[in-house]
């Protein structure tokens, strides 16, 4: 398996998925030229500028037209530069892309995959590092999946334009360059199945994208301490992979989950909600979130750093689980 | 007046679509008062000319969205009687399976490719559907009808400049019926003629008298013919009214009673019924059995709907995604 | 007291606020004609149709133009005709409105308050029937409050303008006929305060908006059947008095939420998760959520009515929890 | 050339501004390279003439609204220089207590209500805050400046809409620097000229030499001649570039060189320089003092900067809403 980091892994994933479909498009703003962090580079070159599309900045209606292309048979994938700008596509995405194919009772398909970027990075400040992922698994008809390593990367990514239906996949802009190893071949990974990263006895950590490095470095430094935990990365917010969750929490009795986004409204209240309904007896301490505090990102990169759900705090949470 | 040459039997066509439509939208008007049908309904009686003159031109493999006000555009691009009153009547043999609703229609087997009730919401999904045209080379192309309140929305300016950009296949018919709600345009735009928009992107247009059906349908052949020929966008404005509120129920106090008497003259069935009888195209029986088969078939669809069964309790939650079943 | 229907309470509080602070202005899609529901009725006429403005349709745009107007000391009341459209505005509500104050440190203000009718009544379908408001309790900066009778409408509404932040104001339309007691004189309901509706010891109920009634139905219904039912409405999602809650949970040991919003991702989530966190040791059972099945909202009325949650399937869960 | 006699002593302090932002943008961009300001940073080298030429004719109390290129913008307004300088450097001491950040800026002081990072979204408040003076009664103004970029965005449109559907007194100030980010305009839209969206709607327009300082001031002049009478939005469009990346990073090969090579002899800093010698209204010792006093003040605003602490730890969650500490 030869490594990759997270972002040529998106670029594969983008490249062999074009290759092996002609309908597959790929529009955006400067993706022709490979964007500002170079994800779509070289693209272009190999399939054409009528297949990997620049486009005004125009978001709404840029979401808006590959819905109406995949209405058409077409499979695009178009590029929201952060996800504080899918703020401006939320009418297409929410109202056409969702819900068509159940509002015309099967007759439409919408297999339209939506890449964006999303969190915090090199200190841009309050329109370029939100974390909004709650706001999508919230809306019926809608997959949404956050990778957090290269390889789950590629594989969902393949995954989610091979996908008929509208799938959000979540880019972490601070993953970018993280290496990994990513199987060869034609390698995909089915939305909606959590991954265990880390198997243990006493207390599961369920964290997504950016946080999971973090909760695997909280791990070995409890495992020092003489605590046993297991790590979860649901990979998939929506849908959700219950199951796997759940029957963690039944073996270790306790839970963290930790995001970047905000605690309230966070996907970890719906994951809290899901498992005190399915494994209430079976818990030693309440459920706790480790997210960022109810503020907007601030700029200053003494800030951000506050902003961030870090390994201290994870450690401290557990710690507190056992006290 | 038709550009090309038109038989009478091409014209009597034409106005059998029309009064199928005016038929259906009546007996829908009908049910609703009488709660037989409820939800938020918005009808096109007074403008069956735009959707008629431009959907008699089209491809049945052409593409087109329509609006809040689209059971009109879904009739005349070919969709079933039966199972768009169904639809409005919220029952399982809608064309959605109740699901969709009187705003929201789609009968893709006719290439209606959907409607919506976000005012200006189909306009760039017209555009990728002409986008995909464009890429599998077949000539198709798209056309989507929305009101003059969308005319202010920030997804139709952006939809003009990526169709003219591109050069889409796409035929944009705004039906001006001088008002969104209740208001009239002059109160949401000082741009008096929406083709003006148009202008600004260099996009083919022109603003038609939309009561007047041979008017609309020389503005869409023409426009036909540029976008099959590759060479962008039109766009084609037609002045037309509402003869009913904006919604049923809407008591429409806000407009003034000689407006309505004035477009009451121009409704276009009466006129393009007027004109056949001026050109000795239509005899006075031809056009009762026109009338009467079109409200004919608007009863059986009125009873195919009422007896057809509600959706089942466990519909609620199917269909949310492809793969569910 | 007089009696008063919601809508009326509304109107009357926008009067009043109007009356006393001629820095209040009413911007939205033919207000100055009362709106299609009739809420602004008679307002133009008391107060001129340059403080009661109809818009264009450009839901994002008048956002701003609000927002804008706010930080050069006006205080607008915008409304957007159905939440369904406030996904037109998002870019503005949660990158400007709500984040303004924090990124500025303090030096702008924006005392906005949006008006915005949500929810099922009347089968109108998939885009004029949603409940977000999860999606704005998510987003810190703003406030969120969702009135369940006239009384809480009118007194809400009034907070809400005079609050110097931006307050979303959330109208249920199945409401605007239902009559309640409204006190004379200047009432005011503070922001942030759930309301207990009625003392019970057993199990609480935390219902918002159209739910309420139907939570005080059942637990009127489950007295019948000897148990003793607490009903809580929150009122303010955004800030949320946990405390009231988790000292009624406290006491009853069981809770079931209802709302009408889907249940994954709604606030019930957050609810849950908050007070497991702070009353896990009390509850004698897991907590419950009675919320809409993860679907767009079907136009059939037959199928509405499966859509809605309901007395039967409140009363149910309930008897669940004590099975 | 300046429409009404400007003596030397006014021409001289524009050259002193436009020098200001420049010498503030070049220590900003050093710093940046030395890795003691991070984050994500767009400069207006190369654009002076238009920020100075619109802000030097403005009230303090008319209200200026930015985008993600606004160091400029702010600083022509009226921002103190080590208080924005301490914001871009995430301090304590900065306008925004380090919340805000280069894209970000608020001087509420100096009337700059507020940038954003979303491209096009101070449109829309800047039409807000017309709307406030407009009802007001003051005679202020609201300016917005934003790039060509945002012509394509809805949020413009809709702007110019309702701007001049209510006649707003606001000056809309597209500076066309020719790209979005690593595009030409011409990928983005087939109209040339932003300013013809303005002739749609019959506002008010005209497009100058946006490198030329008092072609600027006399196009915004005669601007405020019109917005302050009440007649309504008026747009300017500014031809321009920027001499640096899209970001501070950005190596800009999409850019030929001969095009960057032109603009700099265009460079407007050196361009009314050469004019005020040309005219003999400075002094060649005058012009190097100009220099170095901003080169000095941007060193000490450097100073102040660094100097100053970071935000305390518990301000990353404070002034949330205006009701907390
Ligand atoms: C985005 C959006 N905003 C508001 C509404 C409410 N609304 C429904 S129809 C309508 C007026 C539409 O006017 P127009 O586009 O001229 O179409 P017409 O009703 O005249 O056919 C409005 C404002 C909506 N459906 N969608
Ligand atoms: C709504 C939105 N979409 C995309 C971006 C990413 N972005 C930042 S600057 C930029 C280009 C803006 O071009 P222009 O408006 O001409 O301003 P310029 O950078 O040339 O000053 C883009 C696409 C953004 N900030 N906001
Ligand atoms: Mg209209
Ligand atoms: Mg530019």
Redo the contacts between chains.
Sequence with gaps: MPEQTYLEAIRAGLHEEMSRDSSV?VLG??VA?GG?FGVTKGLSEGFGV?RVV?????E???????????????R?VVEIMFI??I??A???????A?????????????PLTVRVQCGIS???????SQS?E??L??V??L?VVMPSNPADAKGLLKAAIR???PVIFIEHRGLYRTRGKVPDGDHLVPIGRAAVLREGKQVTIVALANTVGVALAAADELAGGGISTEVIDPRSI?P?DVETIVESVKKTSRMIIVHE??E???????I??TV???A?YY?D?????IAA????V??????EK??LPNQACIVKAVRKLFG | MPTRKENSKDLIDLLRRMWLIRAFEEKVSALYAERQIVGLLHLGIGQEAVAVGTCSLLRPDDYVFGGHRSHGHALAKGADVNRLMAEIAGRATGYCGGKGGSMHIVALEAGFVTATGVVGGTIPLALGAAFAAKEKKQGQVAVVFFGDGAGQAGPFHESLNIASLWRLPVIFVCENNGYAEFTPLSAHTKVERLAQHAKTYDISSSTVDGNDLLAVRTAISKALGKTRAGTGPVFVECLTHRLRGHYEGDPAKYRELSQLTQWKSKDPVARFTRLLKSKKAITDNELQAIESEARSRAEQAAEFSLSSPWPAEEEVATQVTADLP
């Design positions: 498009y703003e400067d030229l500002p009528h620049n486009t005004p900045i125009s709404g209606t840029v979401m808006g037209l590959a819905i109406g292309a995949a209405t058409a048979g077409l695009p504080d700008f703020t401006l939320m009418d297409q995405l929410v109202n056409h969702a819900k068509l194919h159940y509002m015309s009772g099967g007759q439409l398909k919408i090199g200190a841009m400040g309050a329109h370029h909004l709650s706001w698994a919230h019926p008809g997959k996908d008929d239906n929506s959700l986004a905000v309230k409204g966070g996907i970890g209240a719906e809290t909600a005190q309904e399915h209430l818990l301490a309440p459920i706790l979130r505090p109810f503020a907007p601030p700029a200053s990169p003494s800030l506050q902003f």
